[in-house]
């Protein structure tokens, strides 16, 4: 996942924006289309381009959204603007939510347990944060194993059955 400081600043058009979060987003299997960027714009959760360009912050909340979407509801989704907005800048929320996700979908993966959560005290905001990347990351986890084991056992089921 990007740094929120390694997401390009320069202003892409909406099929260079597209282009970039599907090539971030391609290990996890996730994407978006034009058409959803342009609804998320439209609906009021990703601010207006400038001059048809699309700049970081509005490039990270997409990512976000494209991750989110797969367990939460816009609505819900909004909400959790709301509370990073009141609570830390978005660069800070991005790059926590992109190290924590990272965390765990190797935990998920490397068959260890999730990540320990942090010492001391954790906000409201933080562990909701860490109940949806806990969430949205089983769901990647799972589809992988619908795509690519299960169709291998059920490949070796059939050959072995006839």
Do not use: W
């Not at 490039?59 to 609570?87: C, E, G, H, P, R």
């Not at 001391?120 to 944060?129: A, C, Q």
């Amino acid at each position: 996942m990007p740094r929120y400081k390694e997401i390009p600043n320069v202003g892409l058009y909406l099929e260079q924006t597209v282009k970039y979060i599907n090539e971030c987003l391609a290990p996890i299997e996730i994407s978006i289309t034009p058409s959803m960027l342009s609804n998320y714009v439209k609906k009021g959760y990703i601010d207006r381009p400038v001059k048809k360009q699309y700049y970081a912050d509005q490039i990270a909340y997409a990512i976000y959204i494209v991750i989110i979407k797969q367990v939460l509801s816009m609505d819900n989704i909004a909400s959790l603007f709301v509370l990073q907005k009141a609570t830390y800048t978005l660069p800070v929320a991005y790059d926590y939510f992109c190290s924590e996700l990272e965390k765990t979908l190797v935990a998920i993966f490397e068959d260890k347990e999730e990540p320990k959560k942090e010492t001391g005290d954790s906000s409201f905001e933080k562990k909701m944060l860490r109940s949806v990347i806990i969430a949205v990351s089983h769901i990647i986890y799972l589809n992988d194993c619908f795509k690519n084991n299960l169709q291998d056992n059920a490949s070796d089921f059939i050959r072995r059955a006839k």
